[in-house]
């Protein structure tokens, strides 16, 4: 494997990485639904709940840094210091998601032991869009393993050559 | 290409003499032994959480009625994941440190590739214990302050030493995740540095 087709493959996986943070962003903050329950008026926004807030946050923050990674990729000299990087945005896209799955296990199917009540029979569609913002997360979290994967294995190769 | 890998150590200088490695070696060893308390602290304090109160529900005429209350950490998804993602990665901290103690006398090697699976595994605890801890003090944050939009109410005023237990395991556990990035940090480094790959060929 040449080092060009290395190069197309982590751009690409970055560009899809990007691609995916991007849309987890839009669909979580253009969810909001109102609902009426015994007369009073119940909006669901993303902000109510400060999960999603640091959902929106930490997915932001993983795109901008792809971004960065794929503009100034033509200089190799910090190759390094994006692995490590890599490692830390990989930590935290995989705790964003994974605390506002959470949350929104809870809102979903609700805790009877700490007697909290699921809310997602009142606003059905802002439990829909949550649940496409939150597969979009995933979906970069896991791009984003497969690329740190992709690169150490793409350094461990001349030692898979090596016959010992 | 194999081939120039395996002429390269022959023509290059002379091998790094050990005694700059070793102490990164001990600095590595330290700070796993040190992520290992941390993150079995966290284990073991979240595992044996459990608190029971009895409340005053009702008043019927002139006696009251009560009634028991538990809070276990089995009764949030996320507690119990964060006690499972805890033990998953004292155990691989231990499994490291073993396997750096014992390599020189064993010789526990596999074509050369322990380095790129000593990365590879940290790489993935670190994962796995960010979204772990993290998911545990989100939880732990909608326990103490309720949400009043969905009208969940805080648990953490009746039940303040299960909730102070749980913090202080989330805490331990936050401190083991720090630990863990920088060990992951320097396991990459190790494996990215021209010597190691080069001394990785030559046991």
Same mark, same amino acid.
């Given at each position: 494997?040449?080092?060009?087709?290395?190069?197309?493959?982590?751009?690409?996986?970055?560009?899809?990485?990007?691609?995916?943070?991007?849309?987890?962003?839009?669909?979580?903050?253009?969810?909001?639904?109102?609902?009426?329950?015994?007369?009073?008026?119940?909006?669901?926004?993303?902000?109510?709940?400060?999960?999603?807030?640091?959902?929106?946050?930490?997915?932001?923050?993983?795109?901008?840094?792809?971004?960065?990674?794929?503009?100034?990729?033509?200089?190799?000299?910090?190759?390094?210091?994006?692995?490590?990087?890599?490692?830390?945005?990989?930590?935290?896209?995989?705790?964003?998601?994974?605390?506002?799955?959470?949350?929104?296990?809870?809102?979903?199917?609700?805790?009877?032991?700490?007697?909290?009540?699921?809310?997602?029979?009142?606003?059905?569609?802002?439990?829909?869009?949550?649940?496409?913002?939150?597969?979009?997360?995933?979906?970069?979290?896991?791009?984003?393993?497969?690329?740190?994967?992709?690169?150490?294995?793409?350094?461990?190769?001349?030692?898979?050559?090596?016959?010992? | 290409?194999?081939?120039?890998?395996?002429?390269?150590?022959?023509?290059?200088?002379?091998?790094?003499?050990?005694?700059?490695?070793?102490?990164?070696?001990?600095?590595?060893?330290?700070?796993?032994?040190?992520?290992?308390?941390?993150?079995?602290?966290?284990?073991?304090?979240?595992?044996?959480?459990?608190?029971?109160?009895?409340?005053?529900?009702?008043?019927?005429?002139?006696?009251?009625?009560?009634?028991?209350?538990?809070?276990?950490?089995?009764?949030?998804?996320?507690?119990?994941?964060?006690?499972?993602?805890?033990?998953?990665?004292?155990?691989?901290?231990?499994?490291?440190?073993?396997?750096?103690?014992?390599?020189?006398?064993?010789?526990?090697?596999?074509?050369?590739?322990?380095?790129? !699976?000593?990365? =590879?595994?940290? &790489?993935?605890?670190?994962? $796995? /214990? @960010?979204?772990?801890?993290?998911?545990? +003090?989100?939880?732990?944050?909608?326990?103490?302050?309720?949400?009043?939009?969905?009208?969940?109410?805080?648990?953490?005023?009746?039940?303040?030493?299960?909730?102070?237990?749980?913090?202080?395991?989330?805490?331990?556990?936050?401190?083991?995740?720090?630990? !863990?990035?920088? =060990?992951?940090? &320097?396991?990459?480094?190790? $494996? /990215? @540095?021209?010597?190691?790959?080069?001394? +990785?060929?030559?046991?």
């Amino acid at each position: 494997m040449t080092t060009k087709t290395k190069r197309i493959i982590t751009i690409l996986l970055r560009l899809l990485a990007l691609g995916a943070t991007i849309a987890a962003i839009v669909v979580m903050v253009t969810s909001h639904e109102s609902a009426q329950v015994l007369n009073l008026t119940f909006t669901a926004k993303y902000s109510n709940d400060p999960v999603f807030k640091y959902f929106v946050v930490a997915e932001a923050i993983a795109g901008g840094y792809s971004l960065l990674v794929l503009v100034l990729s033509s200089k190799s000299l910090l190759w390094r210091l994006t692995i490590i990087l890599d490692v830390v945005v990989t930590a935290l896209l995989t705790s964003s998601i994974s605390a506002a799955l959470a949350i929104a296990h809870v809102g979903k199917k609700g805790n009877s032991h700490a007697g909290w009540l699921p809310i997602c029979e009142q606003v059905p569609k802002f439990c829909d869009r949550v649940t496409g913002a939150l597969i979009a997360g995933f979906a970069a979290a896991i791009i984003y393993l497969v690329l740190l994967l992709y690169s150490l294995h793409a350094v461990l190769s001349p030692i898979f050559a090596v016959k010992i | 290409m194999a081939s120039e890998n395996a002429n390269k150590p022959d023509s290059k200088a002379p091998m790094v003499p050990s005694a700059s490695t070793k102490p990164k070696n001990w600095v590595l060893l330290l700070l796993r032994v040190v992520a290992f308390c941390a993150t079995a602290a966290g284990t073991i304090v979240m595992a044996l959480n459990k608190e029971t109160n009895t409340f005053v529900v009702a008043t019927i005429g002139s006696t009251p009625i009560q009634a028991t209350l538990t809070a276990k950490f089995q009764h949030t998804p996320a507690f119990v994941f964060f006690v499972i993602a805890n033990g998953v990665v004292s155990f691989h901290n231990l499994l490291m440190i073993s396997v750096s103690i014992f390599a020189g006398k064993f010789n526990i090697d596999y074509k050369g590739l322990r380095h790129g !699976m000593v990365a =590879i595994l940290d &790489m993935l605890n670190v994962a $796995l /214990l @960010s979204a772990a801890v993290n998911a545990a +003090v989100f939880m732990a944050e909608l326990g103490k302050h309720g949400n009043s939009h969905a009208r969940w109410n805080k648990i953490c005023d009746k039940f303040e030493t299960f909730c102070s237990h749980g913090g202080g395991a989330i805490v331990a556990s936050y401190i083991g995740l720090g630990l !863990m990035l920088i =060990i992951s940090v &320097m396991s990459i480094l190790k $494996l /990215l @540095s021209p010597k190691s790959t080069y001394q +990785v060929a030559n046991p």
